[in-house]
């Protein structure tokens, strides 16, 4: 079960996500990133997220299928959480 960061508490009074702390973007900025047509830009900002964002409001914003997805080209990029979203995603493709 996700407990996600509720919406109000999610973002600043400007709209920008708690863990976007040294960008000035808003949510909506945000998610069109991890949507881009430029794989690169998806891959660098799906790693801030995962690097940045609680596990749960990560899965909730970019989806357990894009992180899987992201996650192999994001190793050696994701710090201190990289062991979770290599177990998480391994257990993800193991567990369906």
Request: charged content about 25%; hydrophobic content about 45%; glycine content about 8%.
């Amino acid at each position: 079960m996700l407990v996600p960061t509720p919406l109000d508490k999610l973002c600043d009074p400007a709209g920008r996500p708690y863990f976007l702390w040294d960008n000035e973007l808003t949510l909506e900025e945000f998610r069109a990133k991890l949507h881009s047509g430029d794989p690169d830009e998806r891959l660098y900002w799906t790693g801030v997220l995962l690097r940045q964002a609680k596990p749960d409001d990560a899965i909730v914003i970019a989806g357990r299928d894009a992180i899987a997805a992201a996650v192999p080209g994001l190793r050696g990029r994701l710090g201190a959480q990289e062991a979770l979203w290599v177990w998480l995603t391994e257990r993800w493709a193991t567990r369906g």
